[in-house]
């Protein structure tokens, strides 16, 4: 009998894995089928655009963007041809371009396409008509909530960020802190993140006024109530918190920093069977209110640091005052966290809670108020106004402030505003300061209240709590005004119901005020309107630079009491705080006609994009100035280069060997004199007070001269400056004789300014074989780095008073690094449409020498050091090689370099914009008038000097 092996009719038995691997990929399916599956996806696919056409259709809706009783929260299209033509290049954008970074904004935003997203969600036929009835059943029989709510058990609900902070990482580890303060944009700035930072200033300003300090974090909701939220929770003892807690009191106590710690008692008040905090709402419950402000009382009788050598001056006497009188009232409501989930109105009534207040009253049964005399300031969020506020939906007159006043036996002064915990009240009280009302005028004590999870994701800006002289046209008396004005800048509304209050009150820069009034000496002015009511964006939102618009103002005084507590949209930047602070009895924005017209605008605009720049070529007068350039400083080939780049929009020429050049820095070489008469002529500044950079650097100067701090200007030269060789062929002279650049340079010489040039230390560098810039990209190489913090720790080394501090030793480890510079990524975006060019060269490569800390526990990352006597500020040059993404690598960077060039790490500040006067601005927002600071280094581009759509506008850096 033949065998397997022998006879050749006989097949091997496949195993499963051959089996497997000769029928993966095929699937044997009929035509029909195929095709009915086919109908099926095309029909879900194309059948929610024409439902929801239809939809609009049969309600006869005209545009949501019209819309003034739900518009959405920024500006979104209305149907869907809009939403995708809103995603089309913005070319306005070109005329703030002032480095690489900026080139994005001419293509939508994140921010754009989730708003154009929403928008489309919102504006959903389907949606509307399916959402909150899914999202009921959901709730109902599935104990689903969405992105911003947890379903816990027995009905109740949890806000996510506020559990996220129990499960996160400790928010004092140095690394957390550092990756924090890397968050935010060129045009936002990042969060301060460090809590025990802002607090002990806080105290020891206080402390400087004979004001005590009690700290006060509220525990979330979890924390004390973690078996509501998971049954595994139910045997876990004591309360949950964050890894970073027991430091956090560690830390402030060693400062002299009281804290009431709530943990403890609160657990114990939930132990006695009573739920503390309200079951749908972030929010403690009223009788945990009514224990806390009891425990903040005994605080304050007690604790002889909080009160004078003289018994009868204590703050715990109370004053001759009328008695309080309370009442009892139940309210009955629905949680800020059960609004979130956007449920169906049958679903509701199950989540809607009561609960008993007591409300405080005077003798003669008025509302409690608070007193600005008082000796004790209470400042707060929500968690303050929570019963005090009627938006808030919980009643009235039975808060925190009002419960303390009541067993403090004496009026009390509150500042509480929701949500931002951090730092809105602190800001509030700040402001109030400047404008020259002390509202610290004889205080004991000041009690400050934030929710703890404000300890993880807050930003605990820091303060000056100096006093500024009184506006007298900051008054609750004055009569309102009437008039007009023109929007110069408006602060966005959030989408309702992503975050936990229901009430927003925006901010509004309005300039051109008319009729001309005292009371606007600069006619302009901060104008408070209201931007969402009851998760419902007001008209207001849609208004946006540039609108004109009729007001009906008074002053902010006068409304503070009534509106002052709810969540206020700050504009951004220290030079709205000088302007008078208004309330919009009315603000009424464009009509619906101005929209149209707005639109089509828009539309001509991208079929016609045109820079600003562009413009002002167009209109130069008949002489031009710029013309008057010896043919050594401003070769006309290179002029020639400039004006066909113009021309071509192009922002990147190729030169030889695969180097790139970007347009703004050629448009600095030929630009000649940039200071004085001739600024607003090569300037790309937005404003042309601001293109004369001379007096801004003087300013600068003089302040930190007047702080006994010493600037060291390192401007970084060009590259083809350093490289002609490899611009275009046709381009014949070198960049390196006599320029208005160093004329520029020598003159601040003179006015006592120390500069740092590196152009023949490059130079010299280049000519030893030396790479100092990326062939690729607009940033210095590592090498080129490395040289600069070699010059610069020279120059620090002879100041005594900077490098006599302890010193630190550096380990260095050498890496290959390849990057896709940003010129590379811009050149592939603009040659993507043109097919037979020639194939764009590959990245590049080079060593990279990370630089790292040894310490006895290892090498770790070198953090910047705020306490350092050495700043270094400047734009994306001070971050490059040292914050990652796009920005190639870290640890590699200029901060890294001097910190092992001088055996100690600097401070920094450094921005991915524009060196010039945003990074200035970001300095001035530490408002530390630079404590401990012996020296600055101020390191931008040199194109910055005429490049700069920010200008050089003058900051006020010290105060």
């Known amino acids: 009998m033949p065998t397997p092996s022998t006879s050749a009719n006989s097949v091997a038995p496949r195993t499963r894995e051959q089996q497997a691997h000769e029928e993966v990929g095929v699937t044997e399916i009929s035509r029909g089928a195929a095709g009915w599956l086919s109908a099926l996806f095309l029909l879900l696919v194309g059948g929610v655009p024409l439902v929801q056409w239809g939809g609009q259709l049969l309600r006869s809706e005209r545009p949501a963007a019209l819309s003034q009783d739900r518009a959405p929260p920024v500006r979104q299209a209305s149907s869907v041809g809009q939403a995708f033509s809103s995603l089309q290049p913005q070319w306005a954008a070109l005329d703030s371009f002032e480095s690489l970074n900026d080139l994005w904004q001419v293509l939508p935003s994140a921010n754009d396409i989730q708003g154009v997203e929403r928008a489309l969600e919102e504006n959903s036929f389907l949606h509307g008509l399916l959402h909150r009835p899914v999202q009921g059943i959901l709730t109902e029989y599935g104990g689903v909530g969405n992105e911003r709510v947890w379903i816990g058990r027995e009905g109740w609900m949890f806000y996510r960020p506020a559990v996220e902070c129990l499960t996160g990482p400790p928010f004092l580890d140095p690394r957390v802190l550092k990756r924090r303060r890397r968050e935010g944009s060129e045009w936002e700035q990042p969060p301060q993140p460090d809590p025990v930072l802002a607090l002990v200033d806080f105290h020891r300003q206080l402390a400087d006024r004979g004001i005590a300090l009690l700290v006060v ?29 027991a430091e956090f009191l560690r830390r402030l106590d060693d400062e002299g920093v009281a804290v009431l710690d709530l943990n403890g008692r609160l657990d114990e008040l939930a132990m006695r069977g009573a739920p503390t905090y309200l079951r749908t709402d972030t929010h403690w419950a009223p009788h945990t209110v009514e224990s806390v402000s009891q425990w903040i009382a005994d605080w304050i009788h007690t604790n002889r640091a909080h009160r004078d050598h003289s018994e009868e001056s204590r703050v715990s006497q109370p004053r001759e005052v009328s008695p309080w009188q309370t009442q009892q009232e139940s309210v009955e409501g629905l949680g800020d966290v059960a609004g979130m989930l956007d449920l169906p109105s049958w679903s509701l009534e199950k989540y809607k809670e009561s609960c008993s207040l007591r409300r405080v009253m005077d003798s003669q049964g008025r509302p409690w108020a608070p007193d600005p005399e008082a000796r004790v300031l209470l400042l707060g969020d929500s968690y303050t106004n929570i019963y005090s506020l009627e938006g808030l939906g ?25 949500d931002q915990g951090a730092h809105a009240a602190r800001q509030r009280l700040a402001n109030q300061l400047r404008r020259g009302e002390d509202r610290l005028a004889n205080k004991q004590v000041v009690v400050y209240e ?36 023109v929007v110069a800048a408006v602060t966005p509304v959030p989408t309702p119901g992503s975050v936990p209050y229901r009430d927003a009150v925006m901010s509004v820069h309005v300039t ?24 419902q964006v007001q008209p207001s ?3 946006e630079s540039g609108d004109s618009v009729s007001l009906n103002l008074r002053s902010w005084s006068a409304v503070e009491e009534e509106v002052g507590g709810y969540h206020r949209l700050e504009l951004p930047g220290d030079q709205f705080f000088d302007l008078p602070e208004t309330w919009a009895e009315s603000l009424r924005p464009p009509s619906e006609e101005d929209w149209r017209t707005r639109e089509a605008a828009q539309a001509d605009l991208v079929a016609a994009p045109m820079r600003e720049e562009d413009s002002r070529d167009q209109n130069l007068p008949a002489t031009d100035p710029r013309k008057d350039q010896t043919p050594a400083s401003k070769p006309d080939e290179l002029e020639r280069l400039v004006q066909s780049l113009r021309a071509q929009k192009q922002m990147v020429v190729v030169g030889e060997d695969g180097w790139m050049f970007f347009r703004p820095e050629l448009e600095f070489l030929v630009a000649g004199k940039f200071w004085g008469e001739r600024a607003q002529l090569v300037s790309a500044s937005a404003r042309p007070q601001d293109a004369d950079p001379l007096p801004a650097i003087l300013d600068f100067h003089r302040q930190l001269e007047s702080q006994g701090v010493e600037l060291l200007m390192v401007p970084v030269p060009a590259k083809a400056t350093i490289y002609p060789e490899y611009l275009p062929a046709d381009l014949s002279s070198p960049m390196t004789e006599a320029s208005a650049a160093q004329e520029f340079l020598q003159r601040l010489r003179q006015s006592g300014v120390s500069v740092l040039d590196l152009t023949e230390t490059y130079l010299a560098a280049k000519s030893e074989g030396d790479r100092l810039y990326c062939q690729q990209d607009t940033h210095w190489s590592p090498r080129g ?38 010129l590379l990524r811009l050149l592939a975006d603009s040659s ?47 971050l490059v090689y040292h914050v990652g993404g796009d920005l190639h690598g870290t640890g590699a960077g200029l901060p890294e370099a001097l910190a092992q060039e001088l055996a100690m790490a600097p401070d920094v500040v450094g921005v991915r914009g524009s060196g010039s006067t945003a990074a200035r601005m970001n300095l ?12 600055v280094v101020w390191v931008f581009t040199v194109r910055e000097f005429t490049q700069s759509a920010g200008g050089w506008r003058p900051i006020p850096v010290i105060r």
């Open 217 to 245: 974090p509220v525990p979330v909701k979890a924390a004390i109530h973690p078996e509501k939220l998971s049954k595994r929770f139910e045997s876990v003892p004591g309360p949950l918190g964050n890894s970073s807690d």
């Open 394 to 418: 919980w009643g009235t007159c039975a808060g925190l402030a009002e419960q303390l006043s009541e067993r403090l036996g004496e009026p009390l002064d509150r500042i509480a505003v929701n």
């Open 832 to 878: 993507a449409s043109t097919a037979g060019e020639d194939p764009l060269p590959p990245p590049e490569s080079f060593s990279l020498s990370i630089i790292r800390e040894a310490t006895p526990d290892g090498a770790i990352e070198v953090v910047p050091d705020r306490d350092s006597p050495l700043l270094l500020l400047g734009d994306s040059h001070t």
């Open 450 to 485: 934030f929710s703890a999870r404000e300890l993880s994701w807050g930003d605990w800006k820091l303060f000056d709590l100096s006093l500024g002289e009184r506006d007298p046209s900051d008054s609750k008396e004055l009569a309102p005004f009437v008039g007009s004005g």
């Open 541 to 543: 939102a849609w208004l």
């Open 512 to 535: 051109e005020l008319s009729p001309p009034s005292p009371r606007f000496p600069k006619g302009e002015a901060v104008v408070f309107a209201w931007g969402m009511v009851d998760n």
């Open 785 to 822: 780095v490395r040289l600069a913090a070699q010059q610069i720790a020279d120059w620090v080394k002879e100041r005594e008073e900077v490098t006599d501090e302890a010193r630190r030793q550096y380990v260095t480890e050498t890496r290959e690094l390849t990057i896709r510079g940003d």
């Open 924 to 935: 001035a927002r530490r408002r530390d008038n630079l404590t401990g600071k012996r020296l």
